[in-house]
């Protein structure tokens, strides 16, 4: 009976997810290209952009064929591989995660909404037990985050220096 409930209501937070996750997540994918835009287009920067909305389209459809894509294995990692997950937990972790998002957002921290889950989902998991928790799964996504940005810087600096 309480998992129906929590059916029915996680739908309702898996909603409040995706919003929370367009209104970080996007404006993080398109602040880079936005900055462009603006000053290719005034050769100037103010500090305060207005975005296109086509912009923000833009980037909305890159992350919806991100997810359509790939998401599929960050989705089973999440939801299958840390702990094993039902509707009250579901709910718990959609609820805290969005929240989480939309605080961040409003103060103008640009956070990952993957990483906040991930953190959502191990505490549910730890909450119950540290032997319920999937360690080494959660110790190979730690290991990338700490890996994936200085990465990105290398990746960056060699395409900037053979570029200029």
């Known amino acids: 009976m309480v998992e129906k409930i929590f059916k029915n209501a996680q739908i309702v937070t898996s909603c ?5 996750h367009g209104a970080n997540d996007v404006a993080n994918a398109v602040g ?11 050769n100037s920067f103010s500090g305060v952009i207005n975005i296109p ?28 591989d840390i702990t094993e997950l039902n509707n009250t937990r579901g709910f718990a972790i959609d609820f805290s995660a969005a929240t989480t998002v939309l605080i961040a957002s409003t103060l103008g921290m640009p956070i990952s909404t993957t990483h906040t889950v991930v953190g959502a989902v191990s505490g549910v998991g730890f909450a119950r037990g540290i032997e319920v928790v999937n360690v080494g799964i959660l110790k190979n996504i730690i290991i990338s985050w700490f890996v994936t940005v200085p990465f990105a810087a290398i990746v960056s600096a060699v395409l900037f220096l053979i570029l200029t």
Request: aromatic share 10%.
């Open 16 to 20: 409040y997810v995706s919003f929370s």
């Open 32 to 42: 880079p290209l936005a900055l462009i835009y603006i000053i290719l287009t005034t």
């Open 53 to 80: 909305i086509y912009i923000l389209a833009l980037g909305g459809l890159g992350i919806s064929i991100g997810v359509a894509t790939l998401g599929h294995k960050v989705m089973k990692t999440v939801g299958e």
